[in-house]
């Protein structure tokens, strides 16, 4: 089995819903996204993905977020809680889809909100 990893970034503000200290305020992180692609079998050139495509597509779906308020960009008041946690896993899925035309598969998202602390989701 391989894994190819790849980064990108973005800043965004948040507040967190039904939560009682600072974070239930507006404010705002330069995020790191760390998106893994599995495979198990390579390519006739020895490539797993290339990481232009996989990198690209994360650049992608990240610039949704980018410059923005993400309850938001989430769905407001009524949508997701804009966790690291959940945000690990809406961009997973979004990343899912994008993909999907590849023989792998994505393993693996973690998303850190400040460095040192990070929240990962995997199927």
Not at 1 to 10: A, D, G, P, R
Not at 38 to 59: M, P, Y
Request: hydrophobic share 35%; glycine share 8%.
């Amino acid at each position: 089995m391989y894994e190819i990893t790849t980064e990108s970034h973005f800043s965004a503000a948040h507040r967190l819903r039904d939560y009682s200290g600072p974070c239930e305020n507006i404010h705002g992180h330069n995020w790191l996204v760390r998106a893994t692609y599995r495979c198990s079998e390579l390519q006739k050139n020895g490539i797993g993905i290339d990481f232009k495509i996989l990198k690209g597509k994360l650049k992608d779906i990240l610039e949704e977020f980018d410059h923005k308020d993400l309850n938001l960009v989430l769905g407001g008041e009524d949508g997701l809680n804009p966790s690291s946690e959940n945000l690990a896993r809406y961009i997973f899925e979004k990343l899912e889809k994008a993909l999907v035309d590849h023989s792998g598969s994505v393993a693996r998202v973690e998303v850190h909100e400040t460095p040192g602390n990070l929240a990962a989701y995997f199927k």
